[in-house]
């Protein structure tokens, strides 16, 4: 009994032990996890404000700048060089004898290019005349209402070759242009010189032209003195009848300021560069110094001609006095029309060059730049009088019709249009041309 006594007892203290030791257990696990729990909030609520901070202000906006704007169109095309093969194909004889002249149907592949522009303009390097004796650099009148019909509005005539026929045949070149509606840059009929200027859709432009010398090809092709009659033709230099190397940079800076004085939103220039820029595809010195320096002084756009073939298209923002400007340079847009079989000389472009007006303040800039590729074709086929044709190169390749081109005329087109991408700058040629923002930074 003793013994079963004694082993109950102990199996009590026993069990109250367990019970007790187990109690302390639970107790302090309890308090480790909370101290864990704990422990781990304050990590989190750490990290939370190590990573996202308090503001401390209130948030600042970037303005972007934005214009809502209004557009025109300029177009500009290449040389017009009036040679003996072109007025031959538009030589007409009626039922009743009489001579005719036609250059529609040669200037036919301009028009879609230029027809839809604001104001559409080419330099025309000849002299014209109703009177007979038509000749290298002396065409029939005709040219000037075919331009008219095909879309143009002003016609540059500051070439080397308006004074093949003299002064009279100046003047009558000039009367003839106006005659046919159209506006004449850098050649007067009169010392009553006034520069041009057109209001388009509300923009003022401004025009200016300047041919490097009176260097024509009768005789033995020296130049012309005008000392008596400075007053018919605009010129680049001031020793055209010997150097032909001074720039008139008093002359065309003075036009510049006139021009701006007057209210012109964009200046326009044309010039008829050097005989040694002649058949080069790259820009020479003296054509770079003077674009430079055109810019810089005002001219917006800058047409070139005299080169014969293709040179680049530049588009630049200028750093200006009174503010930056976007500005287009073609150093030369080739010939619209020629008879020249030299290579690359009977592939052009039409400069498309859009400019903007804000709606609001009234402020304009050149907002964008496209090319159109041009051929001209000395063997187009057809009817007698059909040899010469300016040609839509892009329609062309688009709309190919072997039953009206030969093959032969289509495989030079593309290839002609490939090496104007070349040349002038693929990026020009592309659906949407060249898009340019509002010069907000200056490139020089």
């Not at 008829?272 to 080069?280: A, D, L, S, V």
Request: aromatic share 10%.
């Amino acid at each position: 009994m003793k013994k079963n006594g004694f082993s109950t007892g102990f199996m009590y203290v026993l069990l109250v032990f367990l019970a007790v030791g187990l109690g302390f257990l639970i107790f302090f696990n309890f308090r480790a996890n909370k101290q864990q729990q704990q422990d781990i909030a304050a990590a989190l609520a750490q990290a939370s404000a190590t990573s996202t901070p308090e503001p401390t202000g209130e948030p600042m906006a970037t303005p972007v700048p934005f214009r809502d704007a209004e557009t025109i169109q300029l177009a500009f095309a290449g040389d017009l060089v009036g040679q003996a093969g072109l007025t031959t194909d538009a030589l007409r004889t009626g039922d009743d004898g009489i001579d005719t002249y036609d250059f529609t149907d040669e200037l036919e592949g301009v028009r879609a290019s230029v027809e839809e522009a604001d104001l559409a303009a080419c330099t025309l390097v000849s002299s014209l005349t109703n009177n007979g004796g038509y000749d290298a650099y002396t065409m029939p009148g005709a040219v000037a209402d075919a331009l008219r019909g095909a879309g143009f509005d002003l016609v540059n005539a500051a070439s080397d070759h308006i004074l093949d026929r003299g002064l009279d045949g100046l003047v009558e070149t000039v009367n003839l242009l106006r005659g046919a509606k159209l506006g004449v840059l850098g050649a007067y009929d009169s010392p009553n010189r006034s520069l041009l200027m057109a209001d388009v859709q509300g923009v003022k432009v401004g025009f200016l032209s300047y041919a490097y010398s009176t260097a024509t090809s009768t005789g033995d092709s020296q130049p012309v003195s005008i000392a008596d009659n400075s007053w018919c033709l605009d010129l680049l230099t001031t020793d055209y009848m010997t150097g032909m190397e001074d720039v008139d940079y008093t002359k065309i800076d003075a036009d510049i300021a006139a021009m701006r004085e007057a209210g012109a939103d964009i200046v326009v220039c044309f010039a008829y560069w050097w005989n040694n820029t002649q058949y080069y595809t790259e820009p020479r010195s003296n054509q770079t110094e003077v674009a430079d320096h055109l810019l810089k002084s005002g001219v917006d756009i800058l047409i070139g001609g005299g080169v014969k073939s293709p040179q680049p298209i530049e588009v630049r923002t200028v750093a200006r006095p009174d503010g930056n400007a976007n500005c287009v340079v073609c150093y030369s847009l080739s010939n619209l029309m020629s008879c020249f079989t030299d290579n690359y000389t009977n592939i052009s472009a039409v400069a498309q060059i859009e400019v903007s007006r804000d709606t609001d303040d009234g402020e304009v800039w050149i907002s964008g730049v496209k090319a159109c590729p041009l051929f001209m074709s000395n063997a187009a086929g057809g009817e007698a009088g059909g040899r010469y044709r300016l040609l839509d190169a892009q329609q062309v390749m688009d709309y190919y019709d072997a039953d009206d081109i030969p093959q032969e005329t289509y495989d030079a087109v593309v290839n002609g249009v490939a090496d104007l991408k070349k040349l002038m700058g693929q990026e020009y040629f592309e659906t949407e041309g060249v898009s340019i923002g509002y010069p907000y930074e200056a490139s020089e």
